[in-house]
């Protein structure tokens, strides 16, 4: 009804979508996981829960043996304790049963709520150990890593995977436990009421595990894809969203409706593939629990008319077939949730799995007075293989100084500021910060010393306070405002309609982007670097508010290393030197004035242009 | 799916739901609302449900006949009838399964279906919500809801329902079974009811609320996980994974601890209805013995009374998840309905799809984002005509880009009217207004798709040659030295941009939608001085033939406009030209004032900050800067 009513004209994602890499499918991002990946993550998330597991496992046998006793104690009452009553008017052994049966009820009750109670407790805390685990590894994995991964797949990892592991932790174990332990109990009892019957009926096993081994080869393929494309389900949404205005604006809704609906078919129609996986695995059990019935009545019915059999063993043995595989479907249900979860894991298992490229040192050395001298040493780097952006950079940037880059895009201007962060490494050479290569240092450590304020500004949920305090979450109120004052900022935060408590509202959408580069000021501000790197970080201010962060950029920027990239010359002449990048490689260098005056040079040529643009 | 039908042209902007109004009867629910979704698999349903109870039928056949062909051939030695027999419960056996399977097959596009469908139109509706819903939404609370409380109702409709169904209708017919065996202990067995319905009331609301809170919380995690995915960069640059961590942490913590809430109200009420049924054996056992001792029943009945009873432990006991999930998928659709009954507030009105020549007209226009009291905009008047083109000059935080979303109707108006030829935009169609009207906003939003689909956001049909001379005019040509050229992706699962970049291709984009209104919102912030000349000198001609607003921030942007209407405190204070305004208005001046940045060599510290300034800054930074504990550690 849904994906096979296209209209043939329809284009399809790939046209669409636009291209990356030749040859190269969306989800090459992710690797595959590696065979037992998963169960070991699982194992791994239980291991500390062992103890309660094992108690657990105690209690769920005593509930079943309470569970079991139930019919057979009301079987005794009636066939020892009721004739006694009726016959003798002797209600002592009824009275006896029936105390038995409230023991056993009460058992059952206390056991069943503290199984269910205390297996709950383990899979909710396994579920947060694994969020907490995702969280700060994804935390860890470096920019490069987070680039390929994009944030749409980071939000599917951490919501809708776990979620598919919640399912098996909620409904899960105890029906699994019972199950097993039924299916054992009365595979024991049908072999012993009858051998000959009973290894007839075992042969149905080989057809349950051939069965099984179908089921587990194709719904793993199937729940990965289940997995992934839900992840894509969530990108587009989360894009969507993100960018709502511009969708509305530009009146993208129904190209964007269509391509949702897309991917909405996509994940119904895989979701129609596990369900229909289920719809013979399932029902496949069921025939083979059947017709082993059947075949069981034939032949013990033909050795019960040869008299090899009585006719009360061939039912008490029909009974426990029956009893024999009714757990099945349970155990086949949980054999379904394990193996939705599974791919999830595997998914998660890949992402843990998954080391950052910028990586804390084993020993790092610890940073304390910083002075600020920053050097590139023969850097060089690439983001493609062959496409140097940096061929081999040389620069001493002595601590104090305050140096602008400037060039044209793809100069290399914002992989230097990245590199000076450590948001990369370069493939050759070092970037060293007093002397010390930052691979050596803890990242954590790295930035708090240097900071890197782009023109992304982004906003976390809460209030303008929140967001200045990021820079130190244990700055003062009086802290907070002193450093929106300082950068310019504090004017228009009062004038907001709560001040410094007025909620920023979904990344900011409140704030116009002027706003935000004043926060994100105040945010550096605050954060105290002995670097700062800003990168284009005035863009969108106004002149006033220009003027104001530039008067404190003198004040900020007297006692500590800064490098500036700005298109806008006005902030590039408050720099000590300035270096004019092309390709990665530094055709001037010296003092703003120096330059400006320099026959035929590039930035005099830039000033002169910008100079022509103020008139 | 009906959405499949009429998808690239930008028609009208459709929002379907078939959720039911609110009003008594089977509607009056949530999940009631949410019935007609159901209605397109109604006679899969009822098949299904055929099945179902066939299966039933089957399962409890079964047994009699295996007791059948053990009391009848086999006891007397009847070898043809064992063969008859023993192989029609084979025939029934496979039967079973094939009914089983039947059931599953047909529930399956139900299930799917209904969320399919609810997920598309879940993405319609939100895709139509205004702007003030978007900004008053947490992003993971629609996320959980289109994905999580979705899957929650596959899930039941899938499953829970048909089994709740079938269990109840157990209960009934088997309880009936019991009255008519032997009434007296058949009352019993009714009464036990009793307690399975008070549990469930008693728990039900209990329930209710902890699973609300529960699917509540999960969105907030999905908000903190997200915004933190978002604003990677900005952790990182800071060396704030802890802290943003700690944020998370106490989130999934709380989650964690409603979960438990949750747990330990399922273990209680699942416990119960489990252990009911047991209870009730007991009694009907010591009351039935009675009753065989008084010669009121034989032994044989009671026996039979029992044995029938059992029946009832495992569709009372399982009613536990059963109306759990049920609870479960009530709150999912509640939060479901929440957003269908979220107010869509910019409705799209009128029929007449006409092209206006653009005369742009704010009058008296008021504006305050919801929920606060406070004038973003008031009393502000401004007209332009066809060909013209207005700068809007003002502080940060003057309103400059709250006005530019009131022409396209983002937002609307609070008091007075934008109108386009003299006609309120609010009495237009939707489309037409965001047709005719196109920004190029401060923030460049590029989608994760190709260069092309990205430039023809606004006018898929647009030709190669104007998607080329778009290009030229924002000097976006670098958009061929991109490995695929303009079928490269871009966005954030592409190749990134720069800064200037991205502007530069937001700039093509409104150019290119061909717009009779172009806002420019401080759309050449980015570009060095060079780039910026030559858009400008392009943008002169595009501006020549459609009305202009310009949102600028420096002279050399302003220069583009014919007159600049300077914007304070919310409202327009001077309109006229640059040089008029930079000569008679002083705050003018101190807004685009490039004398001072003409001359660097002048001594900013003697001309731009007084002493007093000078000390305010010296102070913030000595209040601000690291505290000497800190510093040792």
């Known amino acids: ?615 | 799916m009906s959405l499949d039908q009429h998808p690239t042209v930008p028609g009208e902007l459709i929002s379907p739901s078939r959720v039911a109004p609110k009003d008594r009867g089977l509607h009056r629910t949530d999940l009631g609302r949410l019935l007609p979704y159901l209605r397109p698999y109604r006679a899969r349903l009822i098949v299904m449900f055929a099945v179902a109870l066939a299966s039933l039928g089957a399962t409890i056949a079964i047994p009699l006949f295996t007791k059948k062909v053990i009391d009848g051939p086999v006891a007397h030695q009847d070898v043809r009838g064992l063969w008859v027999l023993g192989l029609a419960a084979l025939g029934l056996g496979v039967l079973e399964a094939a009914l089983w399977m039947a059931r599953r097959w047909l529930v399956q596009l139900a299930s799917t279906g209904v969320e399919n469908d609810l997920r598309k139109d879940l993405y319609a509706r939100l895709q139509v919500l205004p702007m003030s819903f978007h900004g008053a939404w947490q992003s993971g609370q629609l996320l959980s809801r289109i994905m999580n409380d979705l899957s929650a109702m596959r899930r039941f409709i899938g499953f829970a329902a048909v089994l709740l169904i079938l269990n109840l209708i157990q209960v009934i017919v088997v309880t009936g079974i019991l009255l008519a065996m032997y009434w007296p202990l058949g009352i019993v067995v009714l009464i036990s009811i009793v307690p399975v319905a008070a549990a469930n009331l008693h728990y039900e609301r209990q329930f209710t609320k902890a699973s609300r809170a529960a699917q509540d919380q999960t969105g907030n995690v999905a908000t903190t996980v997200e915004e933190s995915a978002l604003g990677l960069r900005v952790v990182k640059s800071f060396g704030r994974e802890d802290y943003v961590y700690d944020r998370f942490d106490a989130q999934a913590v709380k989650l964690r601890d409603i979960q438990l809430r949750k747990v330990t109200i399922m273990s209680r009420f699942w416990t119960l209805l489990e252990v009911i049924p047991t209870a009730a054996l007991v009694i009907v056992l010591a009351f039935g013995a009675r009753a065989v001792a008084l010669d009121q029943i034989t032994l044989g009945t009671l026996v039979a009374f029992i044995t029938f009873m059992l029946n009832l432990v495992w569709p009372i006991a399982s009613l536990g998840f059963l109306l759990s999930m049920l609870q479960e998928t009530m709150t999912a659709s509640t939060r479901v309905v929440e957003i269908f009954d979220a107010p869509r507030e910019i409705e799209s009105t009128g029929a007449a799809e006409v092209t206006p020549a653009g005369r742009l007209e704010l009058r008296d226009v008021g504006f305050r984002f919801p929920g606060t009291e406070q004038w973003a905009l008031r009393h502000l008047n401004l007209t332009v005509e066809p060909g013209q083109t207005v700068a809007l000059v003002g502080a940060t935080g003057a309103g400059k880009s709250v006005l530019t979303s009131l022409i396209p109707r983002l937002y609307d108006v609070s008091e007075g009217a934008v109108l386009i030829d003299g006609v309120d935009v609010r009495t237009l169609p939707l489309s037409t207004v965001r047709r005719v009207v196109a920004t190029a906003f401060e923030d460049p939003t590029l989608f994760s798709m190709s260069v092309r689909e990205n430039l023809t956001l606004g006018r898929p049909e647009a030709t190669e040659t104007e998607i080329r001379r778009a290009i030229e005019v924002a000097q976006a040509g670098f958009v061929d030295d991109l490995p695929f050229g303009l079928d490269t992706r871009i966005g954030e699962q592409g190749m990134s941009l720069s800064g200037g970049q991205r502007q530069r291709l937001s700039l093509a984009r409104a150019v290119l939608s061909d717009p009779r209104i172009l806002v420019l919102d401080d759309t050449l912030s980015a570009l060095d001085v060079h780039t910026e000349a030559l858009v400008e000198a392009a943008l002169r001609n595009v501006l020549h033939d459609v009305t202009g607003i310009v949102v600028a921030h420096r002279a050399s942007t302003v220069l583009l406009a014919d007159r600049v209407a300077l914007l304070e405190g919310g409202t327009i204070t001077h309109v006229g030209s640059h040089a008029e305004l930079l000569a008679t208005v002083p705050s003018y001046r101190f807004l685009l004032a490039a004398d001072d940045e003409l001359d660097p060599s002048l001594a900013h510290e003697e001309c731009w900050e007084t002493d007093e300034e000078k000390q305010a800054i010296a102070h913030a930074h000595a209040t601000v800067g690291i505290p000497e504990d800190e510093e040792r550690r």
Request: glycine share 6%.
């Open chain 1, 1 to 615: 009804m849904t994906a096979t009513t296209q209209p043939p004209s329809t284009p399809t994602e790939a046209t669409w979508r636009g291209k990356l890499q030749e040859d190269q499918p969306d989800t090459s991002v992710e690797k595959t996981a590696a065979p037992g990946q998963a169960r070991a993550l699982l194992w791994d998330l239980l291991r500390p829960h062992r103890a309660t597991v094992a108690v657990l496992a105690v209690a769920v046998i005593a509930e079943n043996v309470a569970r079991l006793a139930v019919p057979r104690l009301v079987q005794i009452g009636v066939d020892d304790g009721v004739p006694p009553l009726r016959d003798r008017r002797d209600g002592s052994t009824l009275t006896w049963v029936i105390v038995a049966l409230v023991v056993a009820l009460l058992l059952q009750a206390g056991l069943r709520m503290f199984f269910l109670l205390r297996s709950g407790r383990v899979g909710q805390n396994v579920l947060l150990e694994l969020r907490r685990r995702v969280f700060r590894h994804f935390g860890t994995l470096d920019v490069a890593f987070h680039d390929r991964y994009t944030s749409g797949r980071v939000v599917s990892r951490s919501t809708s995977d776990v979620e598919a592991i919640q399912e098996m932790l909620e409904n899960g174990f105890d029906g699994l436990i019972t199950a097993v332990l039924t299916l054992i109990g009365t595979a024991i009892l049908l072999l012993t009421l009858d051998l000959k019957l009973g290894l007839v009926c075992l042969l149905s096993f080989p057809f349950l595990v051939l069965l099984s081994l179908w089921f587990r080869r194709e719904s793993a393929a199937a729940y990965r894809q289940v997995r992934e494309i839900s992840a894509l389900v969530i990108v587009q949404f989360v894009e969507t969203m993100t960018g709502i205005k511009a969708v509305q604006a530009y009146r993208r809704e129904p190209r964007n409706q269509q391509i949702f609906g897309e991917l909405a078919d996509r994940y119904q129609q895989i979701n129609i593939r596990t369900m229909r996986l289920v719809a013979i695995f399932m029902p496949g059990v069921k025939l083979i629990g059947n017709l082993t019935t059947g075949v069981a009545l034939l032949y013990g019915g033909y050795l019960a008319m040869r008299g090899e059999i009585t006719i009360g063993v061939l039912t008490a043995f029909l009974l426990y077939l029956r009893m024999f595989f009714e757990p099945m479907q349970e155990i086949t249900q949980f054999y379904n949730t394990f193996q939705s979860a599974t791919s999830a894991l595997e998914k998660l298992a890949v992402v843990l799995a998954e080391r950052p490229a910028i990586a804390d040192p084993a020993t790092a050395t610890a940073l304390t007075q910083v002075r600020g001298e920053v050097a590139f040493e023969d850097v060089q780097f690439s983001y493609v293989e062959g496409r140097p952006v940096l061929p081999g950079l040389d620069l001493r940037i002595p601590a104090g100084q305050t140096v602008a880059l400037v060039g044209t895009t793809g100069a290399g201007k914002t992989t230097i500021a990245k590199l000076m962060a450590r948001f990369y490494d370069p493939q050759h050479g070092r970037v060293t910060l007093d002397g010390h290569d930052l691979r050596s240092l803890d990242q954590q450590d790295l930035r708090r010393h240097v900071v890197m304020v782009t023109q992304e500004n982004f906003m976390f949920e809460g209030t303008v306070a929140d967001n200045i305090r990021f820079g130190r979450p244990e700055a003062t109120d009086e802290q907070v405002r002193a450093a929106a004052a300082a950068v310019g900022a504090a004017a228009f935060i009062e004038a907001l309609p709560e001040g410094y408590a007025t909620d920023v509202a979904k990344r900011g959408g409140r704030l116009s982007a002027g706003q935000r580069q004043l926060v994100a000021f105040a945010r550096a501000f605050l954060a105290d670097p002995d670097v700062l790197i800003l990168d284009e970080a005035t863009s969108s201010l106004d002149i006033p508010s220009e003027r104001l962060v530039q008067r404190a950029l003198r004040t900020i920027l007297a006692d500590r290393t800064a490098v500036i990239i700005a298109h806008r010359l006005s902030t590039v002449e408050i720099a000590h030197r300035v270096l004019v990048l092309e390709h990665g490689r530094v055709l001037e260098d010296g003092p703003p004035a120096e330059l400006t005056s320099a026959d035929g040079g590039r930035y005099a040529a830039l000033h002169r242009a910008w100079v022509e643009s103020l008139a």
